[in-house]
Structures are given as C-alpha cells and as structure tokens.
C-alpha cells in the first residue's frame, strides 16, 4: 500500500470547495474512470473547518483499490490517500485507521 498527504494554497477568487473538486477530478483521471464510480462519503476531520466539510471517496476497480480524503482549514485544502492493490489484505481497515488518526490543532 501507498500512503499520501498532500496540501495546496487556494488562490484568491477560488473557494475551498471548488479546489476540493479539481483536486478529485485530477485524482481520478489517471485511473481512467468516472467520477460517478467512486462511492463518495462524508467524513469527520477533528480541527477541520466545517464548510466545505470533509469529504471520502473510494473506489475499487478490477487493478486499483483507492481511499482519498479532503478537507480545507482557511485557505489551505488537503488530501490523504491510500492506494493498494485488489490483493492488499484489511485494505479498507488500513485507511480508516489512517485517516481516522487526523487530528488538527
């Protein structure tokens, strides 16, 4: 498995959200699929600002197992990610321990 953290400065003009939703249509992009394949849930980020709120989403192809997760905190928007293969065993209790470790100041 590979694990992400990744974050971006929103520039002016742009919202947090509209970042997020770049953000998931370049991550998606590279496996070829449509945003409508990937199960989309909210998730709770503690220190996270509120609005746009957190956001998971998961896709599991016949190569590719993946788990992404946004969230903003003033003008900055972040993603972590866990990719692993269809063979990665406790795949998806991986990424929840992952992500659920977050914890902002």
Do not use: C
Not at 64 to 92: C, E, I, N, P
Not at 94 to 105: D, H, N, Q, R, W
Request: aromatic residues 12%; glycine residues 6%; positive net charge.
């Amino acid at each position: 498995m590979q694990f992400t953290f990744g974050q971006i400065s929103v520039p002016p003009g742009v919202s947090a959200s509209d970042a997020i939703k770049a953000w998931q249509q370049a991550s998606l992009a590279p496996l070829n699929v449509a945003s409508s394949e990937a199960v989309t849930d909210a998730f709770a980020v503690k220190g996270a600002w509120p609005s746009p709120p957190p956001m998971r989403r998961r896709l599991h192809t016949h190569q590719h197992l993946v788990q992404w997760l946004w969230w903003a905190r003033g003008d900055m928007v972040y993603q972590v990610a866990v990719y692993g293969s269809v063979k990665a065993k406790a795949f998806d209790d991986t990424a929840e321990v992952y992500f659920s470790g977050i914890k902002l100041p």
